[in-house]
């Protein structure tokens, strides 16, 4: 909510509290008084959800209504716009209101029950604080005798959120969230007058992506989470702000710890971004980082062919670097893979790194299918761009006349876009298209328009799409690299209606790294490898007088290049093979390297076949930086500081240093200092070279496939209560394909085969979707590759 | 003497007076030929020169709401008959409209006409099978005789009418959730605004109207506003259904020009019981605080009812003579509007709980003095402080009662539980005294 | 197992209306009409039909008191025991058949006959005390008259409202009100006794509204 004035014409004037104050036409009484530093206590308001009105707690008397008359009754202050010249009297100057505002309180707490201690929300409890501020000391009600309204104990709404319905004041602002932000109607007012509660209906629990935020939102303790439920209490919380590390979005969030521990995650506020919303992704995976397989010390191979027994020993850090150093400076040419986790400042750090210590342009932060369309793409279309230079922001989206979607599930992939797209589309009736192969329960709630498109065919349904102008905005997601000329189709798409155009990776690094130059084709800041002149303007700030000038491999060539041989070594860092475009060539290509330095956080395949290990920090036990999609930095600060879990930066300065060839710096603020020194390329960016749309065609079932927000992947481990949360793995078919092959049915493609229970949809009658990483290794690994042929059989109903 | 006025009353007597036959026999469904032959804002016009002030309680001026539906609204604008008669003592729209359910419709065309909808409905309250039987029958009747459809009786003019059935709600009868219920939603009041001319059902331009002023209609344009408004008194024109229930000889529906008193109606209706004498009354539905026998000259329009502490309300003349507990009368009322309370907002929803355990406990004789002015309290906090007007309602019973009838409340408490012989208030009770 | 015909007749109800979601209220019926409550199945085929959340149905089927979540007897009995027909006699009335039945509020008879429960007003305080049978006007009861009602319903002889037709089941009842008419709006009179008293009176003294032509005369005498 912004309340900065637009224009001066629009102000209005009015008295609170005997104090003038000018706000924005339409703005609602409660927020004018936050403006004069009177706050009206509240419990159903919220600002970003519609007024309701519903628990009377914020009356106010308005001697004037700006008409020269009064209201005769106390009135709702957040349901109540100001006028000019109205008067208002809050709890401060006015009697009618404070003993209003009691009554209100009175009437919230006979039928609460006084379990504040054990409640966990006690200590963090708008209605107990209230109370203590405002209520009465004793208690009418009890003291005649009153019988409290009772229910049985919690009930379970989702596997995640549970209700007491004791403790609800029926406010609404869990419904009202429900219905109104993501579009997820499935908690409801039921019964009526005092035994109205919050309800499901049977069987049909409240699974939405963002249910965890009705617990947040909840004025009392009646929601809890399954996972947080009395675990500790607010007050021996200790709370650092972070970034949301699921996703390229970049969400504020809150993380509440106690003796090292993270105890819970919230929703941070952060207007531009995320609002006050967060996905249950950010809240509640975090447990990844406190598994028992978590690295914390390095290990070197006693290699076989130096006398050893061919095991990982556990070793000192100068040792690690040492053996790490040597083993890379003789495997003759290195690959380096970063994975999309990192952080701007890491991700520096391997740039840096592969060009200065290694020197070479073999680096890739792709951890999964690419082209090198893409890199093109991105070094002309992305990189530099950000809010305010030429890039989209969140606001962007707000406003825009129409939104496409293209290769981007926003609901299971960018969530905060998601609910961003959901309000503009709400508020403004934004026209939002999407080229996608069905119309999802997500595209659904964003009243999208689908352009139906089989896997494959994207980039001629972008050249064809119609109505987009200069007003409109492209999203197009990561997925869109398998597809050839379908990012060069939406560049062209942009460049021909002045629509503007933004990539939405799916990890919370991918953005970092490509400003940052994790790709063979960029260095930092966008400059093109190929430009003699940025290669200079870079070695300047790394004071080395050559940098690589031949154009590196990509990862899928850096596979190739170590199971040829042409290769030998491998820096690699947070990469599940399974991620890859083919799964089994990366595992080979491990296989195949001389020497493998790992970079992880917990023990992998990539580990256990490294020749040296490297744990390093997750997000908590370090600073960093995290770059939106729309290419806005989001820096956070480390939680808590655990001198033993170090950055990736650290231990690239530490190879870096034993190869004589040193980054010069060792610490995230030194990197980030280093980052800023070099800034942004401002000479000619590289331009796109465009590649032609392949006409796509086959037998079988074309394969469409992204990964649902709850899943699988290795960062959602530990949750029981977030996982149960997840939908059910199906594969969707086309009404015809369904009726022909359902309900349960066999997947074969070139990697696999697949059997799972059938969904039809409106699908082309030979396209299929699965989710990619909801059963087994995922997709790449066990069925085939997005976009690619599979056939399908009727499954075995066992 | 104010002498009964039978407009709306008048064909319930007549043989098969709910058939179309018998309605149009009398001249039914030519007030609105009368009514197509003028503008529809000539229509609107009339209805505010005749000074009809609405039926359901409130007495807004009806043409006033029809004029603010703004006609440049591109939106559909609907008519929305409140036909939810829920509240405690209320009787006359429901025997209208299964005596007489060809008035409504033809007030439903007229009125649709004057504010251009061509959608109307009429919301029945669904606990009254036979009425929903009558007007479902009269609305087929009156599409096959081309009184709704298309281009009704040559006019251009084209109405579809639907009948829909609610399904238990006192609540419903608010006119904003009334428009929830028949949005297929819970039956719980709305924001204002906007208001429902602006932002009604659907969103779009709608008038609320109640039965029996939709009902009048017909009559003010076949017989010309200055009828009408020949009725009544200078505020509160016309005339209106009284309806006179309890511990009266003749308990029954009495049309009257407003302004008639009690005093008249009751010895219109043979009196109170025999034996026994008035003691307190509702003079609009159990919402409207109680009067006593000091008001019964108070004139019954809007202005002296007002006047007298309380609000005409529906005109639903609730008598109750000495043999009945004022204690027990308001314990029961005030559970009513605990169990219709709606949930939405906290002083009513908490409030009427709360308020039925001290009044419970009070008419067993429990509790203190002290616990009057608690109660006094509670309803301070509640009156003025709820999201709609039923909590406001909900207090008139305990406000006026404390007010009038002090007394018997200590009364129960020095005694320790009720003073009154409950089996002597009921109908019969007279009956087996003399048997 | 909800029907095709049901089904459709479902659909039709949504289609009487601009938005389908209005159609709620009269669809529950339906399923009540079938089911002899609403059963979750009912709840969730509303739900497909309208597109919305079977919470949101959920939510509104319990918001209103005509809606059954236990099974209901043939017979609905509901006696009035707001305040004037509980004064009336209607308390009395509300005793003597939970005794006779053997039921408690918003129970039903083990015979599955006769479902008992005290309803609000039921906009027919002139006929207090009220029963209502099967949403039918049983007026001006006694114990007595009321106990004859239960048990006539319970031997199935026919029994007639006081003003209206004879009583059908409760689940044709719902039917109707579902929107789908059975035919019998012609039966019974127009009004009963109490609500022509007023019409009596003036009949017997010859008072009527003023005629219109002399309101119109002396109208436009007022406004010169
Ligand atoms: C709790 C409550 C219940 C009401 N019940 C009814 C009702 O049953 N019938 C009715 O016509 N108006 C009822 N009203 C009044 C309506 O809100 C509305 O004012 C009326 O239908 C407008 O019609 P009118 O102007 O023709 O009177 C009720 C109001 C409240 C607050
Ligand atoms: S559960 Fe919490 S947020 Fe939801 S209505 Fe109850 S108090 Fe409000
Ligand atoms: S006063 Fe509040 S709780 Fe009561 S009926 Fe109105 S909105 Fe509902
Ligand atoms: S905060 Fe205003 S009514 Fe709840
Ligand atoms: S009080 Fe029983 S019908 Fe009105």
Redesign the pocket.
């Known amino acids: 909510m912004t309340t900065t004035p637009e224009k001066a014409t629009d102000l209005v004037s009015l008295t609170i509290d005997g104090i003038q104050v000018s706000v924005p036409k339409d703005t609602l009484v409660i927020r004018a008084a936050e403006q004069v530093g009177v706050q009206i206590p509240r419990f159903c308001d919220h600002p970003l959800l519609a007024p309701v009105g519903a628990c009377r707690q914020c009356l106010v008397d308005v001697p004037d209504a700006g008409n020269g008359r009064g209201f005769p009754k106390p009135q709702a202050s957040c349901t109540l716009p100001v006028a000019e010249g109205m008067v208002v009297n809050t709890q401060a100057t006015s009697p009618v209101a404070d003993k209003a505002q009691q009554g209100i309180m009175e009437f919230l707490l006979i039928n609460h029950p006084l379990d504040c201690p054990v409640c966990d929300k006690g200590g963090e409890c708008p209605l107990q604080n209230q109370a203590m501020t405002n209520g009465r000391g004793d208690s009418r009600f009890s003291a005649g005798g009153g019988v409290k309204r009772t229910f049985p104990k919690p009930i379970s709404i989702s596997p995640q959120v549970l209700l007491d319905r004791e403790r609800c004041i029926v406010c609404q602002r869990c419904t009202r969230f429900a219905a109104e932000i993501p579009g997820d109607p499935f908690i409801a007012l039921v019964e009526r007058g005092a035994q109205q509660q919050i309800g499901i209906a049977e069987d049909a629990p409240f699974l939405s992506y963002f249910s965890g935020n009705v617990i947040q939102i909840c004025p009392v303790g009646a929601l809890t989470s399954a996972e947080y439920r009395f675990r500790s209490r607010p007050f021996d919380l200790v709370s650092t702000p972070g970034v949301g590390e699921h996703d390229s979005c970049g969400a504020a969030i809150r993380i509440d710890h106690r003796r090292g521990k993270v105890m819970r995650r919230l929703s941070g506020e952060d207007p531009e971004v995320n609002e006050e919303w967060i996905t249950d992704k950010d809240r509640f995976a975090f447990h990844y980082a406190t598994q028992a397989d978590r690295l914390t010390y390095p290990q070197v191979r006693d290699r076989v062919e130096d006398g050893g027994d061919g095991s990982l020993r556990p070793a000192s850090w100068p040792e690690a670097f040492a053996v790490a150093a040597r083993g890379l400076a003789a495997a003759g040419g290195v690959g380096v893979l970063t994975g999309g986790r990192l952080t701007a400042e890491d991700a520096y750090a391997y740039s840096k790194f592969a060009r200065v210590s290694l020197g070479t342009n073999d680096i890739d932060f792709r951890s999964r299918p690419l082209s090198a369309e893409e890199a093109s793409f991105l070094a002309a279309e992305v990189a530099l761009r950000s809010p305010g230079n030429g890039g989209v922001s969140y606001a962007d989206l707000e406003t825009a006349s129409s939104v496409v979607l293209a290769g981007l599930e926003p609901e299971d992939e960018a969530g905060t876009i998601f609910l961003r797209l959901r309000k503009a589309v709400r508020a403004r009736g934004t026209r939002v298209v999407a080229v996608a192969p069905y119309a999802t329960r997500g595209l659904s709630k964003l009243s999208a328009q689908v352009v139906r498109t089989a896997p494959g065919a994207e980039a001629a349904a972008i050249a064809g799409l119609d109505g987009v102008d200069a007003g409109s905005v492209i999203l197009v997601g990561e997925r869109l690299a398998t597809v050839p000329g379908a990012l060069s189709a939406a560049a062209a798409l942009a460049r021909r209606t002045g629509a503007r155009l933004a990539w939405v990776p799916r990890r919370a690094g991918d953005r970092g790294a490509v400003e940052a130059g994790c790709l063979p084709n960029l260095l930092p800041g966008g400059r093109p490898v190929a430009d003699a002149q940025a290669r200079v303007d870079a070695g300047t700030t790394w004071g080395v007088d050559h940098l690589p000038d031949a154009a590196g491999r990509d990862a899928d060539e850096i596979v190739a290049a170590l199971v040829s041989g042409e290769l030998g070594g491998l820096v690699i860092g947070g990469v599940d093979p399974d991620d890859t475009a083919d799964p089994a060539a990366t595992r080979a290509a491990i296989e195949a390297a001389s020497f493998v330095v790992a970079l992880e956080l917990r023990e992998t395949d990539v580990t256990r076949a490294a020749d040296v290990v490297f744990p390093v920090a997750p997000v908590v036990d370090k600073a960093g930086t995290f770059v939106t999609w729309e290419g806005r930095p989001r820096p956070f600060e480390a939680v808590f500081a655990s001198p033993g879990s170090l950055p990736d930066v650290r231990v690239l300065a530490g190879i870096a240093e034993e190869l004589d060839r040193p980054l010069g710096f060792r610490t995230i603020l030194e990197a980030r200092a280093e980052m800023q020194e070099m800034g942004p390329w401002d000479g000619e960016r590289a331009g796109h070279t465009a590649v032609d749309a392949v006409p796509a065609g086959g037998d079988g079932f074309a394969l469409a496939t992204w990964k649902l927000l709850v899943d699988n992947g290795s960062m959602q481990h530990g949750d029981k209560a977030y996982l149960a949360t997840g939908r059910v793995a199906v594969a969707r078919l086309s009404p015809a394909a369904y009726d022909a092959h359902g309900p349960i049915v066999t997947l074969t493609g070139d990697r696999g085969s697949v059997t799972l229970p059938a969904e039809p949809a409106d699908l082309d009658d030979d396209v299929v979707w699965v989710p990619a990483n909801s059963f087994g290794n995922g997709v790449l690994a066990g069925l085939a590759s997005p976009g690619s042929r599979v056939t399908i059989a009727k499954g075995d109903p066992a | 003497m104010t002498t009964l006025t039978p407009v709306l009353t008048d064909n319930w007597g007549d043989e098969r007076a709910w058939t179309l036959a018998a309605y149009e026999a009398r001249g039914g469904y030519q007030a609105l030929d009368k009514a197509f032959a003028m503008a529809p804002d000539a229509v609107i016009e009339s209805v505010k020169e005749s000074g009809l002030r609405?039926?359901?309680?409130?007495?807004?001026p009806?043409g006033m709401?029809w004029g603010f539906i703004p006609q440049d609204n591109p939106k559909p604008k609907y008519l929305v008959v409140?036909?939810?008669?829920?509240?405690p003592g209320?009787c006359k729209?429901i025997p209208l409209m299964m005596a007489s359910p060809h008035t409504l419709v033809e007030g439903v065309i007229i009125s649709s006409y004057a504010i251009r909808a061509n959608k109307a409905f009429i919301y029945i309250r669904g606990e009254v099978l036979h009425v929903i039987r009558r007007v479902q029958r009269a609305v087929e009747e009156a599409y096959a005789a081309g009184h709704l459809g298309t281009d009704i009786h040559g006019s251009g003019f084209d109405l579809d009418v639907v009948v829909h059935a609610g399904a238990g709600a006192?609540?419903c009868?608010?006119?904003t959730a009334l428009l929830e219920g028949l949005e297929g939603r819970r039956g719980q009041p709305r924001l204002r605004p906007p208001f429902p001319a602006v932002a009604g059902l659907y969103a779009s331009p709608t008038v609320?109207?109640?039965?029996e002023?939709?009902a009048s209609v017909p009559s003010i344009i076949a017989n010309g506003h200055h009828w009408f408004s020949s009725m009544g008194t200078e505020k509160s024109k016309g005339f209106g259904i009284f309806s006179l229930s309890g511990h009266v000889q003749t308990p029954g529906q009495y049309e009257a020009p407003l302004g008639i008193t009690l005093r008249e109606l009751i010895e219109l209706a043979g009196g109170i019981r025999e034996g026994h004498e008035l003691k307190f009354w509702t003079p609009g539905g159990s919402?409207t605080p109680l009067l006593t026998a000091e008001h019964l000259d108070v004139p019954l329009d809007f202005e002296g009812v007002g006047a007298a502490g309380s609000m005409l309300g529906t005109r639903a003349l609730q008598i109750f003579d000495d043999t009945t507990c004022v204690v027990r009368a308001t314990l029961r009322w005030t559970e009513f509007y605990k169990h219709e309370s709606c949930g939405k907002c906290t002083p009513c929803r908490e409030g009427t709980w709360w308020l039925v355990q001290v009044l419970s406990a009070l008419e067993k004789g429990q509790g203190s003095e002290a616990d009057l002015d608690l109660l006094l309290d509670q309803c301070d906090n509640i009156l003025g402080r709820s999201f709609?007007?039923?909590a406001d309602?909900a207090v008139s019973p305990i406000t006026s009662s404390i007010k009038y009838f002090r007394d018997e409340y200590i009364a129960h408490l020095t005694g320790g539980g009720c003073p009154f012989d409950p089996s002597r208030t009921t109908a019969w009770a007279g009956q087996e005294v003399t048997a | 197992m909800i029907d095709q015909k049901t089904q459709d007749e479902l659909r039709e109800i949504a289609a009487r209306y601009p938005e389908a979601r209005s159609g709620l209220l009269p669809m529950l019926h339906l399923v009540q009409s079938v089911e002899g409550r609403i059963t979750p199945e009912g709840i969730e085929l509303c739900a497909d039909i309208l597109g919305i959340s079977a919470a949101d149905v959920s939510g509104v089927a319990t918001f209103y008191t005509m809606y059954k979540r236990r099974p209901v007897g043939d017979y609905h009995v509901g006696v009035c025991t707001n305040t004037l027909c509980a004064v009336m006699g209607g308390d009395a009335i509300f005793e003597r058949l939970k005794d006779h039945l053997a039921v408690g509020n918003d129970e039903t008879t083990e015979d599955g006959r006769i479902s008992l429960e005290h309803v609000e007003c039921n906009a027919a305080c002139d006929y207090a005390p009220v029963v209502m049978v099967n949403w039918e006007f049983m007026d001006n009861q006694t114990p007595e008259s009321a106990v004859q009602v239960v048990d006539d319903l319970r031997a199935g002889k026919e029994v007639h409202s006081t003003r209206g037709p004879r009583i059908c089941t409760w689940r044709e009842a719902e039917r109707v009100l579902a929107g789908f008419p059975d035919g019998r709006a012609d039966d019974g009179p127009a009004a009963g006794p109490a609500s022509l008293v007023g019409l009596g009176i003036a009949r017997e003294r010859g008072w009527t509204a003023p005629d219109a032509h002399l309101a119109v005369t002396s109208g436009q005498e007022e406004g010169q």
């Open positions: 609405g039926r359901g309680g409130a007495g807004f009806t709401k409140n036909a939810d008669e829920s509240e209320t729209d006192y609540i009868g608010e006119e609320i109207n109640n039965v002023s939709i919402s709609c007007a039923l309602g």
